[in-house]
C-alpha cells in the first residue's frame, strides 16, 4: 500500500527554523517525483515545489524560490521542506503528494503555526 | 505561467442533479490536466488525470472532459458526500498551478 506520512504539527515563532519531513513507502521511493503543497487556513491549494528524490532534481514555484528548501535522503524515503527564517504568513497546512499521473498519493498534512 | 481559472466559485446544487465545474488555462496545457476533491479537515484526493480518466476507486458519476484550454468536470448524479471543494490542476509545464476552486453546496 503506497503511504506518505508526515510529521506532526510545528508551533514556532517568527524567525525560527523548521524542517518538517514526508516519508514514502510501499513504492518504489526514487521513482517518482514528490511535490510539496501550501494551503492557508481558508484558501486554496499553491504548487511549492517538487523534488525528484533519484537525484535530488528540485524545481520551485517562482512564490516560493529562495523562501523554502526542498531536499530528500532517499536511503530512508523521505522528502523534507524547511525555512531558515519563519514568518506569520508561513502559517498554513502543508501536504507532500507523490506525482503519478496527476498527485496520485497524499501525506495527511503538516501544519504550521507561526505565531510571537 | 500557466493561470489556472476555474467557474463558478460557487455552485449550488441538488442531491441527485447533475454538476458541471468548469476549468480555462491561460494556454494549452494539452490533455495534462487533473481534478481533485477536498472535504473539509482533509487532504485532497485524485479524481481525474489526463484530463478524463478516472483515478483509482473514483466512482463512474464523475468524468472529466476537454483539452487544450477548456476543461469541465461532471458529477452526473449528485450524491451526499460529493458536496466539497473541487480543484483543477494542469501539470504540463512548470510551474504547474492549481484553480482557485469551485465549492460544491447543497442547494
Known amino acids: 500500500e503506497v503511504q506518505l506520512v508526515q510529521s506532526g504539527a510545528e508551533v514556532k515563532k517568527p524567525g525560527e527554523s523548521l524542517k518538517i519531513s514526508c516519508k514514502g513507502s510501499?513504492?518504489?521511493?526514487?521513482?517518482?517525483?514528490i511535490g510539496w503543497v501550501r494551503q492557508m487556513p481558508g484558501k486554496g491549494l499553491e504548487w511549492m515545489g517538487i523534488?525528484?528524490?533519484?537525484?535530488?532534481?528540485?524545481r520551485y514555484s517562482p512564490s516560493f524560490q529562495g523562501q523554502v528548501t526542498i531536499s530528500a535522503d532517499k536511503s530512508i524515503s523521505t522528502a523534507y521542506l524547511q525555512w531558515s527564517s519563519l514568518k506569520a504568513s508561513d502559517t498554513a497546512m502543508y501536504y507532500c503528494?507523490?506525482?503519478?499521473?496527476?498527485?496520485?498519493?497524499w501525506g495527511q498534512g503538516t501544519l504550521v503555526t507561526v505565531s510571537s | 505561467e500557466i493561470v489556472m481559472t476555474q467557474s463558478p466559485a460557487t455552485l449550488s446544487v441538488s442531491p441527485g442533479e447533475r454538476a458541471t465545474l468548469s476549468c480555462r488555462a491561460s494556454?494549452?496545457?494539452?490533455?495534462?490536466l487533473a481534478w481533485y476533491q477536498q472535504k473539509p479537515g482533509q487532504a485532497p484526493r485524485l479524481l481525474i488525470y489526463?484530463?478524463?480518466t478516472r483515478a483509482t476507486g473514483i466512482p463512474a458519476r464523475f468524468s472529466g472532459s476537454g483539452s487544450g484550454t477548456e476543461f469541465t468536470l461532471t458529477i452526473s448524479s449528485l450524491q451526499s458526500e460529493d458536496f466539497a471543494v473541487y480543484y483543477c490542476?494542469?501539470?504540463?509545464?512548470?510551474?504547474?498551478?492549481f484553480g482557485q476552486g469551485t465549492k460544491l453546496e447543497i442547494k
Open positions: 523534488i525528484y528524490p533519484g537525484d535530488s532534481d528540485t
Open positions: 510501499g513504492y518504489s521511493f526514487t521513482s517518482y517525483w
Open positions: 489526463g484530463a478524463s
Open positions: 503528494a507523490r506525482l503519478g499521473r496527476g498527485l496520485d498519493y
Open positions: 490542476q494542469q501539470y504540463n509545464n512548470w510551474p504547474y498551478s
Open positions: 494556454q494549452s496545457v494539452s490533455s495534462n
